[in-house]
């Protein structure tokens, strides 16, 4: 019987700090935000959890602000038009959707396909 040894490099004590640097910085990327901490409009709904945003966005594809994480909700805030710059409050967490706002607060949804990351947006 022939016995193959692990072809797998061995973990050195720099790889496994680069390792643990890359998985905290995605840890925090994805922060929970308290749902309490964020202030709605009337007739926001609330989502069952939120994680935090730290990306600047602008609208890629004109969309409606809906009043729930769907594109079946009602939309409640107009439009945003391509090119607007967006306050994105928070993430829904488990969804590609985030809550926009205004003046802190946030007034509805959008689907997150609708956005760019400001540095990538092309006018």
């Known amino acids: 019987m022939k016995i193959v040894q692990n072809s797998l490099p061995r973990w050195t004590p720099t790889l496994s700090a680069a390792l643990l ?3 905290s910085m995605a840890i925090a990327q994805s922060a929970d935000l308290s749902a309490d901490s964020l202030k ?3 007739n926001v709904i609330k989502a069952p959890a939120y ?3 730290e990306t600047k966005y602008i ?3 004109g969309t409606s602000v809906y009043a729930d994480h769907s ?3 009602m939309p409640v805030a107009g439009e945003l038009k391509r090119g ?3 306050d994105v409050l928070a993430k829904v967490k ?3 959707w985030v809550l ?3 003046d802190g607060s946030g007034i509805g949804y959008v689907s997150i396909s609708m956005l760019s990351p400001q540095d990538k947006y092309i006018p």
């Open 100 to 102: 926009v706002g205004k």
């Open 71 to 73: 594109f079946s909700s």
């Open 59 to 61: 609208v890629a594809n």
């Open 21 to 23: 640097i890359l998985w």
């Open 51 to 53: 994680e935090a945003v």
């Open 40 to 42: 709605l409009a009337p």
């Open 84 to 86: 607007d710059r967006v």
């Open 94 to 96: 488990g969804w590609e």
